[in-house]
């Protein structure tokens, strides 16, 4: 993973930074501090801090309020102005470092364990996902230790550990805070390159969607108008055309919002499905062409949006290949839903022209059939050679196979 070292003097303002919100840390630190306080006031715990219980629990009340007072208003402000941003930041470090510092100092004692407190916020602060790593921040917890050297000397505590417990402690808080950053803007920088893949995925799915469905109603508008130039002399067909041009565009309309459904899926079930899948068929029915459609299994069974959608295109793709460029007369169409198995099958076989698979290079539709199939766990396989007609065979894994109990709609 890749790792990016370089710091800025401070963190920079994005709009609608989530780090510091108080609906989400408000009520976890007051949950850990209130037990923390309640360490801290244990006799064994006073005796070897020598922190009286109400000097700690002084300085974890105004540790709270400092948090809902960033957490809360500051936070809200921040969405909106870089100013209230960066008091925000700056108090959020000066608070926890100030109060951690005081929280040490009290006791008189530089080899007290209580450095973790300050260690802690290091690791914390290193580990933001929306600030980035700073030299402000790296400076602050790398010295803010050496500063109570003097106030060790001044009441009396070990010269040694006097400078030997801050020492270790700036030594430790500023690898912490630099190796958690470091990692952290690595994080960012993975998290961006997948945004960027998510997105050209979005754009290659939605270029397979309108292929499939808007340039699939267009290639059967096409056919009726060859068949209007055909028939131009005999009204009574021409007005049977029309109707069924009619109901190709009402179609297409359904074509749209069924691409609308691939963006934000919903169920349905196998009796749904039948009816979309004769729907299609009739439509080509109307350019001269029988196509018989036959189902199998539990017709309540339930499909999510992406086996319902990669059903629809395979069987609207090989009609329409079928009928194009194949000349078929006859299409034959079988839908199984193998409950043991736990799978879905659509087979879909004419009486074409076919080709010889080993030469013909495949169209953005035989290619959208079977990376749609992919995507879902199935497989994809196409049978034809010359004059032989074609076969194509989706099989998806029925992900939760499970039945409507409510009666199909038919």
């Known amino acids: 993973m890749q790792t990016e070292r370089e710091y800025r003097w401070w963190p920079t303002y994005r709009k609608g930074v989530v780090e510091y919100d108080g609906r989400y840390v408000f009520f976890p630190f007051l949950v850990a501090e209130s037990a923390f306080a309640a360490v801290l006031c244990l006799p064994p715990v006073v005796r070897a801090t020598g922190i009286a219980p109400w000097q700690?629990?002084?300085?974890?009340?105004?540790?709270?309020?400092?948090?809902?007072?960033?957490?809360?208003?500051?936070?809200?402000?921040?969405?909106?102005?870089?100013?209230a941003f960066h008091l925000q930041v700056g108090m959020t470090l000066l608070y926890n470092v100030g109060l951690g510092l005081a929280l040490i100092t009290l006791g008189g004692e530089p080899k007290t364990p209580l450095w973790m407190a300050l260690l802690t916020?290091?690791?914390?602060?290193?580990?933001?996902?929306?600030?980035?790593?700073?030299?402000?921040?790296?400076?602050?917890?790398?010295?803010?230790?050496?500063?109570?050297?003097?106030?060790?000397?001044?009441?009396?505590?070990?010269?040694?550990?006097?400078?030997?417990?801050?020492?270790?402690?700036?030594?430790?808080?500023?690898?912490?805070?630099?190796?958690?950053?470091?990692?952290s803007a690595g994080w960012r920088i993975e998290r961006g390159r997948l945004r960027k893949r998510v997105t050209e995925l979005e754009r290659r799915n939605l270029?397979?969607?309108?292929?499939?469905?808007?340039?699939?109603?267009?290639?059967?508008?096409?056919?009726y108008g060859d068949l209007i130039e055909r028939n131009a002399g005999k009204p009574e067909e021409l007005k049977r055309i029309a109707g069924t041009l009619r109901e190709a565009a009402r179609d297409g309309l359904g074509e749209m919002r069924g691409l609308l459904d691939a963006l934000a899926p919903t169920s349905s079930d196998v009796a749904g499905l039948e009816t979309s899948l004769r729907r299609l068929g009739d439509r080509a029915v109307a350019t001269g062409v029988d196509v018989q459609l036959s189902v199998d299994g539990p017709v309540n069974t339930v499909l999510d949006g992406p086996q319902r959608l990669t059903l629809l295109r395979a069987f609207q793709?090989?009609?329409?290949?079928?009928?194009?460029?194949?000349?078929?007369?006859?299409?034959?169409?079988?839908?199984?839903?193998?409950?043991?198995?736990?799978?879905?099958?659509?087979?879909?076989?004419?009486?074409?022209?076919?080709?010889?698979?080993?030469?013909?290079?495949?169209?953005?539709?035989?290619?959208?059939?079977?990376?749609?199939?992919?995507?879902?766990?199935g497989e994809f396989e196409m049978q034809t050679h010359p004059g032989g007609g074609s076969r194509v065979t989706l099989t998806l894994p029925l992900r939760a196979p499970t039945i409507d109990p409510s009666p199909p709609e038919r």
């Open 207 to 223: 270029a397979r969607d309108l292929h499939d469905s808007i340039g699939s109603s267009l290639s059967l508008v096409g056919l």
């Open 317 to 377: 793709e090989s009609l329409n290949n079928a009928i194009r460029h194949g000349g078929a007369h006859t299409i034959t169409s079988r839908l199984q839903v193998q409950a043991a198995a736990a799978a879905l099958v659509l087979s879909i076989e004419d009486d074409g022209s076919g080709f010889d698979l080993a030469t013909h290079t495949p169209g953005r539709g035989l290619v959208g059939m079977k990376a749609r199939a992919a995507e879902l766990g």
């Open 121 to 183: 916020y290091a690791c914390i602060s290193g580990a933001s996902q929306e600030i980035e790593a700073s030299y402000g921040f790296l400076a602050i917890v790398t010295c803010a230790p050496l500063l109570t050297i003097p106030i060790f000397v001044a009441q009396g505590a070990s010269p040694t550990w006097s400078i030997a417990g801050p020492a270790l402690a700036a030594s430790f808080s500023g690898l912490a805070y630099h190796g958690l950053a470091a990692s």
């Open 56 to 83: 700690a629990l002084t300085l974890i009340a105004v540790h709270l309020a400092f948090v809902a007072l960033g957490g809360f208003p500051l936070h809200r402000m921040a969405q909106t102005s870089s100013r």
